[in-house]
């Protein structure tokens, strides 16, 4: 069975190295993390994700700026996309799950949208 592969786009370092060890322990994912909004879409499109992570407020950009990039690009447009924030900000047509969250609750959600 192939690697799941996730990006999770968190400007905090340690949640994003502690959510990203989580997952990789409890699933066959692969996980990789930027902490700059701003080079989310170039990492997207070399690494080829199956799901993305995405916080809302980070610096420079926000997760709804990056969620329209990814849309924007013909190769990215169908990858689904949740929303992991402690300010939930309504984004029509995407999960949001609230930190704190659960890892469960975060694994349930990407293996939901893995199936759709």
Same mark, same amino acid.
Do not use: W
């Given at each position: @069975?192939? =690697?799941k592969? /996730? $990006?999770?786009?968190?400007?905090?370092?340690?949640?994003?190295? *502690?959510?990203? *060890? @989580?997952?990789?322990?409890?699933?066959?994912?692969?996980?990789?993390?930027?902490?700059?909004? %701003?080079? %989310? *879409?170039?990492?997207?499109?070399?690494?080829?994700?199956?799901?993305? $992570?995405?916080? &809302?407020? @980070?610096?420079? &950009?926000?997760?709804?700026?990056?969620?329209?990039?990814?849309?924007?690009?013909?190769? $990215?447009? =169908?990858v689904?996309? /949740?929303f992991?924030?402690?300010?939930?900000?309504?984004?029509?047509?995407?999960?949001?799950?609230?930190?704190?969250?659960? /890892?469960?609750?975060?694994?349930?959600?990407?293996?939901?949208?893995?199936?759709?």
């Amino acid at each position: @069975m192939e =690697n799941k592969r /996730i $990006l999770y786009v968190e400007d905090d370092r340690d949640v994003a190295r *502690l959510t990203k *060890l @989580m997952l990789e322990r409890k699933r066959p994912y692969e996980v990789r993390v930027e902490s700059d909004p %701003a080079k %989310a *879409l170039g990492v997207a499109q070399a690494f080829r994700p199956d799901v993305v $992570l995405l916080d &809302m407020i @980070m610096p420079g &950009m926000d997760g709804g700026d990056v969620a329209r990039q990814l849309r924007d690009d013909a190769e $990215l447009k =169908n990858v689904p996309i /949740i929303f992991i924030t402690a300010v939930a900000k309504p984004m029509a047509g995407f999960p949001i799950l609230s930190k704190p969250v659960a /890892i469960e609750e975060v694994i349930a959600c990407i293996e939901r949208h893995l199936a759709a």
